[in-house]
């Protein structure tokens, strides 16, 4: 009986789950219409991505979970109000996920892959977290290492869609001295079309808009060279930061409690890192467009970028070399790590000589 | 008599460690642990609030182990330790603070603040800059074996009374025994029913206990007053008796820090592991319940609310075994808001009750513990410290709050099946 239920859900199209849930032809043709400037495509598209999706099938989606802090999930589910972005991402079929699904132990594994049989070849895989090659045992899931369930699930997918930094790029797991030996999905999975939705987390209405794009079209949108779709990471942060008019006059902001921080000026100066970084945030903006960290006085992190951990610090000036660094700045680092190093003997020393020298203590000691 | 500056700050350069280095290099000046204190709560004096308590460790720190400090130091920039800043932060680090850990709950960068304030002590303490209260209760300690000069005669006497009243042995000195009971002074003295207690309890459920004539303290004066080597000549009085009793667990009573100094600190303190087990008194009763050997016949009506202790509860772990335990007696149980590991101190813990300096502190920082009294309006009050219990009465009574102080164990005894 509640099969027959649910086989009746999974055959409506998404059209007409949406008119159950009480949404107006003009408010799903206002979503079209976003989504597809969002995407730069031409107004004319517009009929053709809402003719679509009416007519469009749920498709099963696989959602794995790595080395990864479930940041990806929240960011995706937290959509503010019921919104048409977070319905369709409710009526896409969510055969199998995590931190989401009620289903646990063998019934959830079960799940996994009765929908990787029944719609094999046609399922999308999300994944979100790095894999760990170090040791399989640093991160298992129902006993399986997630190098194996990755590539298991991962040989009926239509696409894969890698999700976050972690699984993008290898992410804070991946950071220097990547002590699980981290790698991306990309690191692995050669013979699949991948897309890549960094960020840490990414911008949920990104996910959406790439989930859109595959229902109208039925294939990926164009990426670029490291396998982000160039309609959200086409453009860097600075090119489109309200602040980029303060950076041409040479405005800048020198310490978080100056005038100028206050006046809004370009935090450039204190480590920004949005000529660098590649992602939607100055427009889309976050938290149902109400703000992103710019704007909140805070410098972009870079988080959209391959190995952002390792970029030197955070409030460290682009200008100041994070990488590539010459010749003479790797004997200074040296020397300083000797110097470092030196310190820390001379402080242990100091300590051992306080403890060796140590008088026991007796009641007298307690009174001058 | 021989306290002096330079072993102060010999003290705290042994005490600053990796640890303490990290501590204060990754301390971002945010202030949370201020509004986690109730002594800068109630008072709203920002030099109350808990990592200013560490300022002696932190210079030392800053100017023997930082290059910073050290070039500073060079030329005469560094802040010194003297006996003047010890003076002055002496009411800071002995009355203002009962070493109850809240601060460390709430640290951003996972600092356990109540640990450096504890390791400051230890400087102060031979700088001669500790409390006389407590210098007074360690000499005991120390000289006659109890805090409160409570000596063996003492215990005697009140195990004759309660085998008086319930008839039963009071097992003494008993080798092979599996559980050697531990008593704080102020149960000899003050609460000998909870030698009752235990004793009918144990008698009930068939357990095999001593109390050892050699060692029968608890408490740990060394430890609050900042005294590692005398804090382990008590200790290791209690692992000699142990070990020559050869019992199979050692059992601290209704006492907090009596807990944390045996079961947490007591090992590393002697510098080895013990070959017998630590537990309190409520883990050994819940042990007793889930074996069905622990049976009540009536239950309490009242309403009632525990008093976590904090060396019990957020600095021992002991959180679940109280309330498994009221659950069995206890009809009508109310939770105060901030219960559990983020309860509020009693205010008196850490040597500050020892302290009479710090009397009119302690009564005024009672004023939060009010509060989370007169949010509920409980009949009575159940907690598993003598220390909190006297403090907790003493306080009631000078707010003019008429609620009586009830002991877990005591009150598991009242309604045991016959």
């Known amino acids: 009986m509640s099969d027959r239920k649910n086989t009746a859900q999974a055959d409506l199209t998404l059209g007409e789950?949406?008119?159950?849930?009480?949404?107006?032809?003009?408010?799903?043709?206002?979503?079209?219409?976003?989504?597809?400037?969002?995407?730069?495509?031409?107004?004319?598209?517009?009929?053709?991505?809402a003719a679509a999706l009416e007519k469009a099938r749920r498709p099963?989606?696989?959602?794995?979970?790595?080395?990864?802090?479930?940041?990806?999930?929240?960011?995706?589910?937290?959509?503010?109000?019921?919104?048409?972005?977070?319905?369709?991402?409710?009526?896409?079929?969510?055969?199998?996920?995590?931190?989401?699904?009620?289903?646990?132990?063998?019934?959830?594994?079960?799940?996994?892959?009765?929908?990787m049989e029944e719609n094999f070849g046609k399922y999308l895989l999300i994944v979100d977290g790095s894999i760990p090659m170090g040791n399989p045992g640093y991160s298992t899931i129902a006993g399986v290492s997630n190098h194996d369930m990755l590539m298991e699930t991962a040989k009926g997918a239509a696409a894969v869609i890698a999700v976050g930094t972690c699984a993008a790029y290898g992410g804070i797991p991946h950071a220097d001295p990547n002590p699980t030996g981290a790698v991306s999905v990309g690191d692995l999975i050669k013979d699949k079309p991948i897309i890549n939705v960094p960020g840490c987390p990414p911008i949920p209405v990104v996910i959406t808009g790439v989930l859109t794009h595959f229902l109208t079209f039925g294939e990926l949108p164009e990426l670029d060279h490291i396998g982000r779709p160039m309609a959200f990471y086409g453009k860097s942060i600075h090119d489109r930061c309200y602040r980029r008019p303060f950076y041409d006059k040479g405005l800048f902001a020198e310490t978080f409690d100056d005038e100028g921080a206050k006046k809004g000026w370009c935090l450039y100066k204190l480590g920004c890192k949005g000529?660098?970084?590649y992602n939607a945030c100055a427009t889309t903006k976050w938290n149902d467009g109400t703000s992103f960290p710019i704007e909140a006085g805070h410098p972009c992190l870079g988080c959209s970028e391959p190995d952002f951990w390792d970029g030197g610090g955070f409030y460290k000036a682009l200008s100041m070399p994070t990488e590539n660094i010459t010749q003479n700045i790797i004997y200074a680092a040296a020397g300083a790590a000797a110097a470092g190093v030196a310190v820390g003997a001379l402080n242990r020393a100091k300590k051992s000589k306080a403890q060796a020298t140590h008088q026991k203590v007796k009641l007298e000691d307690l009174n001058k | 008599m021989s306290a002096s500056l330079e072993k102060g700050i010999h003290a705290l350069k042994e005490q600053v460690d990796s640890t303490v280095a990290a501590f204060f290099s990754s301390c971002v000046h945010c202030g949370m642990c201020a509004d986690a204190c109730l002594f800068y709560t109630e008072t709203g004096e920002p030099e109350r609030m808990p990592i200013n308590k560490v300022e002696p460790l932190r210079r030392i720190w800053k100017s023997e182990y930082t290059l910073l400090g050290r070039i500073g130091k060079l030329f005469g920039l560094t802040k010194k330790v003297d006996d003047k800043l010890l003076t002055e932060w002496e009411t800071l680090v002995y009355d203002s603070c009962t070493l109850c850990g809240r601060c460390s709950m709430v640290c951003p960068v996972g600092n356990d603040i109540a640990l450096m304030i504890r390791k400051t002590r230890e400087g102060m303490a031979v700088a001669g800059h500790a409390p006389e209260g407590l210098i007074g209760a360690t000499t005991r300690a120390i000289t006659i074996g109890s805090p409160m000069g409570v000596k063996l005669p003492a215990l005697q006497a009140q195990i004759r009374h309660v085998e008086e009243s319930t008839g039963k042995t009071i097992p003494v000195d008993v080798e092979g025994a599996e559980y050697m009971l531990l008593l704080s002074s102020m149960e000899i003295m003050n609460f000998p029913e909870f030698i009752e207690a235990v004793s009918k309890i144990f008698d009930r459920a068939g357990v095999s206990w001593t109390i050892s004539t050699e060692a029968f303290e608890a408490t740990n004066s060394g430890i609050q007053i900042g005294?590692?080597?005398?804090a382990a000549e008590l200790v290791q009085r209690i692992v000699d008796a142990a070990e020559k009793l050869k019992v199979k667990t050692v059992i601290s009573p209704e006492c907090g820090h009596a807990y944390m100094a045996i079961r947490w600190e007591g090992p590393n303190l002697v510098g080895k592991p013990f070959s017998f087990?630590?537990?309190?008194?409520?883990?050994?009763?819940?042990?007793?319940?889930?074996?069905?050997?622990?049976?009540?016949?009536?239950?309490?009506?009242?309403?009632?609310?525990?008093?976590?202790?904090?060396?019990?509860?957020?600095?021992?772990?002991?959180?679940?075994?109280?309330?498994?335990?009221?659950?069995?007696?206890?009809?009508?149980?109310?939770?105060?808001?901030d219960t559990g590991k983020m309860n509020w101190c009693c205010g008196a813990g850490g040597g500050v009750s020892s302290n009479e300096r710090a009397d009119e502190i302690r009564l005024k920082v009672f004023q939060r513990k009010k509060e989370q009294l007169d949010a509920i309006k409980p009949d009575a009050i159940v907690s598993a410290c003598s220390n909190c219990r006297l403090n907790l009465e003493d306080a009631l009574e000078e707010y003019n709050m008429d609620i009586p102080l009830l002991s877990l164990t005591e009150m598991l005894a009242d309604h045991l099946a016959d």
């Not at chain 1, 409710?90 to 799940?111: K, M, R, V």
């Not at chain 2, 005294?227 to 005398?230: C, E």
């Not at chain 2, 819940?286 to 957020?314: A, F």
């Open chain 1, 17 to 49: 789950v949406l008119r159950k849930r009480g949404i107006s032809r003009r408010s799903f043709l206002k979503f079209c219409a976003a989504t597809a400037s969002m995407m730069a495509m031409p107004p004319s598209m517009v009929p053709a991505i």
């Open chain 1, 60 to 115: 099963s989606v696989i959602w794995l979970s790595f080395q990864e802090c479930t940041g990806c999930t929240e960011s995706l589910t937290r959509s503010h109000s019921t919104t048409i972005e977070s319905l369709i991402f409710d009526h896409i079929s969510l055969d199998y996920h995590h931190t989401l699904q009620a289903a646990a132990g063998t019934h959830a594994e079960a799940a996994r892959i009765a929908s």
């Open chain 1, 275 to 277: 000529p660098t970084t």
């Open chain 2, 227 to 230: 005294v590692s080597d005398l």
């Open chain 2, 277 to 337: 087990k630590v537990r309190h008194i409520l883990e050994v009763l819940n042990e007793l319940r889930e074996q069905g050997k622990l049976e009540i016949s009536s239950r309490e009506t009242q309403k009632l609310t525990y008093h976590d202790p904090c060396q019990i509860s957020r600095r021992g772990g002991v959180i679940n075994e109280p309330r498994s335990l009221l659950d069995m007696v206890a009809d009508n149980f109310v939770e105060m808001p």
